[in-house]
T-cell receptor, first 116, second 112 residues
Framework: DTGVSQDPRHKITKRGQNVTFRCDPI?????LYWYRQTLGQGPEFLTY????????KSRLLSDRFSAERPKGSFSTLEIQRTEQGDSAMYLC??????????????FGPGTRLTVT | LAKTTQPISMDSYEGQEVNITCSHN???????ITWYQQFPSQGPRFIIQ???TKVTNEVASLFIPADRKSSTLSLPRVSLSDTAVYYC?????????????FGSGTRLSIRP
């Protein structure tokens, strides 16, 4: 078990550029979540996959954001036409649907995005 | 929506027992209570989860009274490395993932 990994760990981009982040969950986990976290706040839910199906999206997830999880393995989060307000830590988490253990999520180290 | 309320910050000293209480008055029958720990520049880490009474693992204990409207995370004999933000969440089977809210957490500072 190598844990949840995210790439890149840091990304600096200019306003208006597109960025893509990757998350590799724990291999046997069927659920994958994306969160955004700003300084001093807890993680905010963005979207969630059960296997390859995207089951929920937050209203925070504007049409500039898109997430995929092809084949139910790794996931990507793309932000188009970045804005300064997109600067945040983007966290990925995975979990396994186990009776009695709802929402025991394992988080990756995050990708810190800075939009200049 | 099962909202939680916890203290913004707490201070303690090495070797002491720390108890962080979380209020969740609107907890639903199928909701579990879950606590996470987060260090700066890292993702949150699952600590403990429970439904009722008491749960203990190698890291912490979780006390849940019969009415389940609150819960207390107990950290025995804290050390400097326990300085972190602690989040209390409620949710369970059938809960929408978008309704699992981390909130601002409790910032715990441990002094030597």
């Amino acid at each position: 078990d190598t844990g949840v990994s995210q790439d890149p760990r840091h990304k600096i981009t200019k306003r208006g550029q597109n960025v893509t982040f990757r998350c590799d969950p724990i291999s046997e986990h069927n659920r994958l979540y994306w969160y955004r976290q700003t300084l001093g706040q807890g993680p905010e839910f963005l979207t969630y996959f059960q296997n390859e199906a995207q089951l929920e999206k937050s209203r925070l997830l504007s049409d500039r954001f898109s997430a995929e999880r092809p084949k139910g393995s790794f996931s990507t989060l793309e932000i188009q036409r970045t804005e300064q307000g997109d600067s945040a830590m983007y966290l990925c988490a995975s979990s396994l649907d186990v009776w009695g253990r709802p929402y025991e999520q394992y988080f990756g180290p995050g990708t810190r995005l800075t939009v200049t | 929506l099962a909202k939680t309320t916890q203290p913004i910050s707490m201070d303690s000293y090495e070797g002491q027992e720390v108890n962080i209480t979380c209020s969740h008055n609107n907890i639903a029958t199928n909701d579990y209570i879950t606590w996470y720990q987060q260090f700066p520049s890292q993702g949150p880490r699952f600590i403990i989860q429970g439904y009722k009474t008491k749960v203990t693992n190698e890291v912490a204990s979780l006390f849940i009274p019969a009415d389940r409207k609150s819960s207390t995370l107990s950290l025995p004999r804290v050390s400097l490395s326990d300085t972190a933000v602690y989040y209390c969440l409620v949710g369970g089977w059938g809960s929408s993932a978008s309704k699992i809210i981390f909130g601002s957490g409790t910032r715990l500072s441990i002094r030597p």
